[in-house]
């Protein structure tokens, strides 16, 4: 807070008070105040060209602050999914400052901010922006009155000096704008490939790796994806992401691609894969539950097979309405055979013996155009002294 004492003030205060037929009272020089000066405007008496308060030039020295309000759409990784923006403020004086406030404005696109402020009002909105272009905002707050008030021009009262009436510290958002979708794109990993169902094929392990990859037009870089197993969200990321259903049959996957202003791949990847049924000792059938054992190998469909040797003994589980059979299973020198059928249908004989050992083959017992079946799928020990192994089966 600045104060002047000026004698010309008060001959000149004297001089209209006596031609107003008013009373002058004439006192001690008024002393600096202890508060600090919240209006640099005095106020005057009707018909009087000099404020009432004689002989002081204030100056105030603490302008309002700002803050930012919402953005609408919000402004989001600082990214707007909109070519339209509002913007909203408020400011408030921290002294007991009770003058007006109004506010200035300016958006550029440049690497340093612009001299020229506009005045605005809250919310300020911004249309046509253009996509991909870093956008600032900036916005003060302003002590009207004291604004417009040029205290060094002060008639009565000047001042050297008049310090900025405007917060000197505006606030800033910083974003671009972003209304187109990213792609997503993505293929199923597997070392198998399964010509007869390009659409939906069989894998080879419990584990199936999806391979994501997105591109967004106006951003680039790497976007976030949304996925699903079967309706059910699942953790996925661009490049490589594993997956591990909880049941075999067919898989349902989608990912949809999300850009850092929010917009999602309204046509999102899907891929469609089926897993077989791993076979373990539980489904031996009761009369031959003794005559099966796990054995663990790496390179399998779940890191094990079944194995055993006593002729006719079986694993059998509920099918519904299938085409297809495919048995995956170990192959090599000295195994056996099997037999395979669903229902009261033909045996249909695999032979698992092979010059080289294999430690996944797939067999075709059944083709994808055969006629639909049901019942119980039983596979039999069909050697005798030999050891067989299985491992799972596709039925589809």
């Not at 310090?163 to 979708?181: G, I, N, S, Y």
């Not at 070392?191 to 990859?213: G, K, W």
Request: net charge neutral; proline share 9%.
């Amino acid at each position: 807070m600045r104060h002047i004492s000026t004698r010309r003030a008060v001959v000149a205060l004297a001089a209209v008070l006596t031609t107003a037929g008013l009373p002058l009272v004439v006192g001690a020089a008024p002393a600096v105040a202890a508060d600090p000066c919240t209006s640099e405007v005095q106020p005057t008496l009707p018909g009087l060209p000099i404020p009432i308060v004689t002989g002081a030039a204030c100056d105030d020295t603490v302008p309002p602050v700002t803050t930012l309000g919402a953005a609408t759409p919000a402004v989001t990784n600082g990214w707007v999914r909109a070519t339209s923006v509002a913007i909203a403020f408020t400011g408030k004086h921290t002294d007991a400052d009770t003058d007006p406030i109004s506010f200035e404005c300016q958006l550029f696109t440049t690497a340093t901010a612009p001299d020229r402020w506009q005045s605005c009002t809250s919310p300020v909105t911004y249309d046509k922006l253009d996509q991909g272009t870093p956008y600032t905002f900036q916005v003060r707050a302003v002590d009207t009155p004291d604004a417009a008030h040029d205290i060094t021009a002060d008639p009565f009262f000047a001042a050297p000096t008049d310090l900025p009436d405007v917060d000197q510290t505006p606030a800033e958002l910083a974003f671009r704008a972003d209304v187109e979708p990213p792609d997503t794109y993505g293929f199923v990993r597997t070392n198998y490939y399964d010509e007869d169902r390009q659409d939906a094929p069989m894998v080879t392990s419990t584990s199936v790796q999806i391979r994501l990859q997105g591109a967004d037009a106006v951003r680039g870089g790497t976007p976030t994806y949304r996925c699903r197993l079967n309706d059910q969200p699942v953790a996925c990321t661009d490049g490589i992401t594993t997956l591990r259903p909880a049941t075999a049959g067919l898989q349902h996957f989608t990912a949809a691609a999300v850009d850092p202003a929010g917009n999602v791949d309204p046509t999102p990847f899907v891929q469609d894969f089926f897993m077989p049924r791993n076979l373990t000792v539980a489904d031996a059938t009761r009369a031959s539950r003794g005559d099966w054992r796990r054995v663990r190998s790496a390179g399998t469909f779940a890191s094990d097979y079944l194995e055993a040797r006593a002729y006719g003994a079986t694993v059998s589980f509920p099918v519904r309405n299938i085409k297809a059979i495919r048995l995956l299973a170990p192959a090599g020198p000295g195994l056996g055979k099997v037999q395979v059928r669903v229902g009261r249908g033909a045996w249909q004989t695999v032979r698992l013996a092979a010059k080289e050992a294999q430690r996944m083959k797939i067999y075709q017992v059944r083709e994808e155009l055969s006629s639909l079946v049901a019942g119980p799928l039983q596979i039999r020990v069909a050697s005798k002294n030999k050891p067989v192994r299985i491992d799972a089966v596709m039925a589809r």
